[in-house]
């Protein structure tokens, strides 16, 4: 089976630094793949070049489709949802104007509606909350919200940029939960960028290690979670 | 006291019109965080579209909606063909565009239609309306029809998709992006209709001070002083700093024509509006940038 | 910092100085009317130059720099109709008000960037035809209908014709004043001036004033295009306060970027185009009119217009960037040299526009 995702020979450009210096992973369909790596390996970068948020020389390929150089937007408008590091929500947005934005590309009133019920399913809190401006919530409540938004473009692909960055233990086991729960109920991949690589780790069933704009290693997860070597070459821990 | 009455209708009248030019500009700060120098002259050139289509026979009203139309293209046009190019470059281009967008559309309209300054007519019926001697029929009229595209406004923005993404856009590009929307034409969108925005202006006051190619520029500064006062991010601000910058306006000349009766002395009236005008937009962005309801920006070092 | 090639330079001003002497030998060439023309580009060169001093050179943005060349100009008429001052000594105190007023409005300018500067100053130059025509002030300005003066008189009962003397004196003028500029530029103030442009919020951590640099800059721009207006009262002898509109300020813009924005020769080149653009205009206007009878009021400005907005895509270094470009380019292919850096000094002129 075609992977979901195929990332070949990827270069990424800040202006004229280069970040990104040749990076190649394949996400298949239904899984949960983890990006790894120390602060400054491109991670962050991967991500926003699978988007074309940054210059980028290479391939991306989705659902068998050459998406490289298309705007965001359309790469969007095919079904993969990022959820960027520091959440992006529409701060002075409600947060029912944050799900309806997500929303905006599709037609069918019944099945947008009966998706932010299934959403609200897996963050009941946003219900309560559904008036609040975005702004105004705790960072936990941010985080859900990007991730419902994303859900709400009804993603086959959700690439996430550290979710856990910034929010209490206790409230990033529950996250990363749900994660869980949407990746095997509604048939999302994922694509988790993380610094916290023991949880994702225990979320992931396979995992890339970044250093330097490269991949250096890549195995299953409990591969990776249990070989001492990697974890203290390229994890540090 | 009816005098008064009377300055009071009539700065609410201007204040309707400066608050929708102000509004237009507002609109294109939000989404793009530049100031539309050129919003005065596409306004007037709006208007003069307005006068040639009632010169070729269409009534009043067809000829309002026409040009709001064709304004609204217009401004679709000018941000994708001219603006687009420039989203990244430094802000004396920018400006130079706009003042470039200024003269042509000032001198092209006194090309057209000429320098000579022309009469336009109003829709609103000559006859008093049992608020006789305080309101004119004209500055009702201008009032109502103001407050009803406003109304529009706000209804579109606040209710509908395309208004909320329209928001979004302006407020974080790049995550409207990862949403799907198409960010390059929500900003078109927010040029078309802060053109269609100023060509109501236009419209509105052309009967008050008479069509010539120069009518909007002390308008377009009275509507920077009234975005200012309002906090030049926020569109709501924007409206009412126009009422009151309208009101403020008129009653500095009552004033002043007072004090001229009552002592001879002349210390101000209505050959000092820009000035005042000047001082205003001076004064709020020396003391006040944020204006009554904006937010200060700080800048990231 | 001038892309001008010294060598040229005392050619030039010999040129200028000789030409006109000519005139006995040709005196339909060398008319009066274009000697008076030509003093026209000089006096626009150095408004165009004291903008440049601003804008291109210190990154600030002035919309409004025709009330200063109307402060000039009114300060020199005043001057010369109630205290019978001779012409060139109006000129140091014309210079001298400017200063002061564009170092006042230096202060609060302190506090506005990019756009918001552009609206202050666009305020300004919009409010100057009406303060001009205050009535409290009407007995020195003359209202509405301006002030007439009279033409510098020849001196020294020299066998010149007064648009002759006129000439040489605007010429004389402007060497002064480009010969300063030039000197402040190429020595510490003017670097202090272009870092402030370049790194606006390191320059104080260079350890550089940049409060004290950016209204003294301010002053000293508007004290340029000051004489300018002071010289321009003297050459049309009568100033009026229509003549001072927000259009002065466009024609300056259009000085600036046409001859290119941080340049000192670019000032002299944008100043004289956009005065023969000015008179052609009016002539191509009279001829659609009156010759082809078509009703159509052709205007310098919307040539203006087009030439703003045509000019920031195609050559942002306005005519001297553009010029000195294709001469680095031809002096390369001679050589046979490959490329130069990104940081050719063309390249370092567009982008010492300001950054948002």
Redesign the interface.
């Known amino acids: 089976m075609p992977a979901l995702l195929e990332v070949k020979g990827l270069k990424a450009f800040y202006g004229q630094t280069q970040a990104l210096y040749d990076v190649g992973f394949d996400i298949p369909e239904g899984g949960i793949t983890t990006l790894l790596g120390a602060n400054g390996a491109g991670k962050t970068t991967t991500l926003r070049a699978i988007?074309n948020?940054v210059r980028t020389d290479g391939t991306v390929r989705f659902g068998g489709e050459d998406i490289t150089r298309q705007?965001?937007?359309e790469i969007?408008?095919r079904r993969i949802?990022?959820v960027?590091e520091g959440r992006?929500?529409?701060?002075?947005?409600t947060v029912d104007?944050n799900l309806?934005?997500?929303a905006?590309?599709r037609k069918n009133k019944a099945e947008v509606d009966a998706e932010r019920e299934r959403v609200f399913g897996y963050f009941p809190r946003l219900k309560e909350r559904i008036q609040q401006q975005a702004g105004t919530l705790s960072g936990g409540e941010q985080q859900m919200l990007a991730i419902a938004?994303a859900l709400m473009?009804k993603p086959r692909l959700m690439l996430l940029d550290e979710p856990s960055f910034g929010l209490a233990p206790l409230i990033v086991v529950e996250i990363f939960r749900i994660l869980r729960r949407i990746n095997e109920e509604e048939k999302v991949s994922i694509l988790l960028v993380e610094q916290n690589a023991a949880l994702a780790l225990d979320l992931a069933s396979h995992a890339y290690v970044l250093e330097t704009g490269k991949v250096v290693m890549h195995g299953p997860a409990a591969v990776v979670k249990n070989d001492e070597n990697i974890r203290k070459s390229y994890l540090g821990y | 006291m009816e005098q008064f009455l009377q300055q009071l209708a009539s700065g609410l009248a201007n204040g309707a019109i400066y608050a929708c030019v102000a509004l237009a500009l507002v609109m294109i700060y939000v989404s793009t965080d530049h100031l539309n120098f050129a919003q005065g002259e596409m306004a007037m050139f709006s208007t003069y579209i307005s006068w040639q289509l009632m010169a070729w026979g269409c009534s009043f009203w067809v000829a309002f909606i026409l040009a709001v139309l064709i304004s609204f293209c217009m401004g679709v046009f000018i941000e994708r063909v001219i603006l687009r190019p420039l989203h990244h470059a430094p802000v004396l281009s920018i400006v130079v565009v706009f003042i470039g967008l200024l003269a042509i559309c000032n001198s092209m309209a006194g090309a057209i239609w000429s320098y000579l300054i022309k009469e336009y007519p109003s829709p609103f019926p000559k006859a008093d309306f049992g608020i006789a001697g305080v309101i004119g029929p004209h500055q009702l009229g201008v009032v109502i029809v103001t407050l009803v595209v406003l109304s529009l406004l706000f209804v579109f923005f606040r209710y509908t998709p395309l208004g909320l993404a329209m928001r979004a856009a302006a407020q974080n590009p790049q995550m409207a992006r990862l949403v799907g929307v198409r960010v390059d034409w929500m900003l078109a969108l927010g040029w078309g209709l802060a053109a269609a925005v100023g060509a109501v202006a236009g419209i509105m006051v052309a009967h008050i001070v008479y069509l010539d190619p120069n009518m909007m520029g002390g308008i377009l500064l009275y509507a920077f002083a009234s975005a200012l006062i309002g906090g030049i991010g926020n569109p709501g601000g924007a409206v009412v700093g126009g009422f009151i910058v309208g009101v403020l306006e008129n009653m500095v000349a009552y004033t002043g024509n007072m004090i001229e009766k009552i002592t001879g002395i002349y210390i101000i009236g209505n050959g000092e509006k820009l000035t005042v005008a000047l001082i205003i937009v001076i004064f709020v962005l020396t003391l006040k940038p944020a204006g009554l309801f904006g937010r200060v920006v700080v800048k990231r070092v | 910092m001038s892309m001008f090639p010294k060598k040229w330079v005392l050619p030039l001003i010999v040129l200028a100085f000789v030409i006109p002497l000519l005139r006995p030998l040709m005196p339909d060439v060398i008319s009066n009317y274009r000697l008076f023309l030509v003093s026209t580009m000089i006096i626009a060169s150095i408004a165009v130059l004291g903008l440049n001093l601003l804008t291109g050179f210190n990154g600030q943005i002035s919309l409004g720099h025709s009330a200063f060349y109307a402060v000039g100009a009114y300060t020199s008429a005043i001057l010369m109709d109630k205290l019978d001052m001779p012409y060139y000594a109006t000129l140091p105190i014309a210079a001298a008000v400017c200063y002061v007023i564009g170092w006042l409005f230096g202060k609060p300018a302190l506090k506005l960037e990019g756009h918001y500067l552009a609206l202050a100053t666009f305020a300004l130059a919009l409010s100057v035809p009406q303060i001009l025509k205050y009535k409290w002030l009407e007995d020195l300005t003359g209202g509405v209908q301006g002030i007439v003066l009279s033409k510098p008189e020849v001196p020294f009962g020299l066998p010149l014709t007064d648009d002759q003397w006129l000439y040489y004196y605007c010429l004389i003028v402007m060497i002064i004043l480009y010969w300063a500029a030039n000197n402040m530029l190429n020595g510490r103030s003017g670097r202090a001036m272009m870092a402030i442009r370049d790194y606006a919020i390191a320059a104080d951590t260079m350890g550089i004033n940049t409060a004290r640099y950016k209204t003294v800059t301010f002053g000293i721009s508007a004290a340029y295009t000051g004489i300018a207006g002071a010289l321009s009262a003297s050459a049309i002898a009568f100033v009026a306060p229509d003549s001072f509109s927000f259009f002065l300020s466009i024609k300056f813009l259009i000085g600036l970027v046409v001859g290119g924005v941080g340049s000192l020769a670019g000032s002299v080149v944008g100043g004289i185009f956009y005065v023969l653009v000015d008179n052609s205009a009016q002539a191509l206007s009279l001829f659609v009119k009156n010759d082809l009878g078509v009703q159509f009021d052709l205007s310098a400005y919307t040539v203006f217009g087009i030439l703003l907005i045509a000019l920031m895509y195609m050559m942002p270094t306005g005519i001297v960037g553009g010029v000195y470009a294709i001469v680095q380019g031809l002096r390369r292919n001679r050589r046979g040299a490959t490329t130069g850096s990104a940081t050719s000094p063309v390249r370092d002129v567009a982008a010492n526009q300001q950054r948002p």
């Open positions: 988007c948020m705007a965001t937007e969007v408008r949802a990022h960027p992006g929500t529409f701060t002075s947005l104007e309806r934005i997500a905006y590309t938004r473009l």
